[in-house]
Every structure is written in C-alpha cells, then in structure tokens.
C-alpha cells in the first residue's frame, strides 16, 4: 500500500441535509463497526463537517485521508479506521522542517528491536524523498504511507 489515500471507500454515508454535528456523529457510528483499515466515504453539505472531522481523527486511531469536492457543494471526505499497520513507536515531528525528522527516526530506530515497527508523523514537504531514500540505505522496510488532509504524512517503517 503506497498511500491509503487513494483507496476506494468500503462503504459509503451520505449525510447531505444534515447539519453538524449530524455528519461526524454518523460516522463515528458506522467507523466503529468497521475493520481496522477499512475506508468509509461521509458525504456531507455542511460546512463544518471537515473541521470536526480532522479534530475527531486527531484524537482517535482514525485517518481523514482526503476531501473531494463534490457537485451540488457537497463534499466527500474518505476516513480510515485505523492504522493499516500496529506501531511499535510512535514519532510526531509535525511542524519540524527536514532533515530534523528523518535525524530523530535514525535515532529512535537504532533504539528499536529488530522487526518493531515506528511510525513517523510529518508534514515537512521534503520528506518524502528524504524517508524512502533514508530506509533504503539503512536497509529498513517502508512498510507504507497514509497521507492526511491537513497535509502531514504518516510514515510506517520496519527495522
């Protein structure tokens, strides 16, 4: 899985006419009788319902992957139950500018036990480049990356 962010939805919830916090309450429901990683799509029309989604997702193991504009000023935003993969270690470096994210994985990683799994949280635009090359010449697996809609990337790396 590259991005999960480009995954289909499992399941789809139309929610247009329903004002907040209809949309999120809907979703929370029908998230949690989903199996980790799979993807549900909340259509919605009000103009909350991506702000109380973000904040919901940053406070949960939940992923809002992308927003799509829709016809009619709806809006589609794919959420991800879950991580696809368990962390073992869990590394935000959100708001740090590279290569300060890809230096504090190197040292956390060397840390780790063999096969433990990190996940790296960053929104530094250079990153992506920087974390592929890095676990190539490190010999650790990039198991994968979801991207969020605020921007930031989770990035899940093997030792």
Request: hydrophobic residues 40%; negative net charge.
């Amino acid at each position: 899985m590259e991005t999960a962010g480009k995954s289909e939805s499992h399941v789809t919830l139309d929610m247009t006419g329903a004002v907040c916090p209809g949309p999120l309450a809907a979703a929370k429901k029908m998230v949690e009788a989903m199996d980790d990683g799979a993807v549900l799509l909340l259509i919605s029309d009000c103009p909350g319902t991506g702000d109380d989604l973000r904040a919901w997702a940053r406070h949960t193991r939940n992923h809002v992957l992308r927003e799509e504009a829709l016809e009619s000023g709806r809006t589609g935003y794919y959420i991800q139950k879950g991580d696809p993969w368990i962390a073992n270690v869990v590394l935000d470096m959100r708001g740090a500018r590279c290569p300060v994210p890809i230096i504090e994985t190197g040292r956390l990683i060397d840390a780790m036990a063999e096969g433990e799994i990190l996940k790296l949280i960053s929104n530094c635009q250079g990153v992506h480049s920087d974390i592929e090359s890095w676990a190539r010449t490190t010999r650790h697996e990039l198991l994968g990356r979801v991207e969020e809609a605020d921007g930031a990337y989770q990035f899940f790396i093997r030792k």
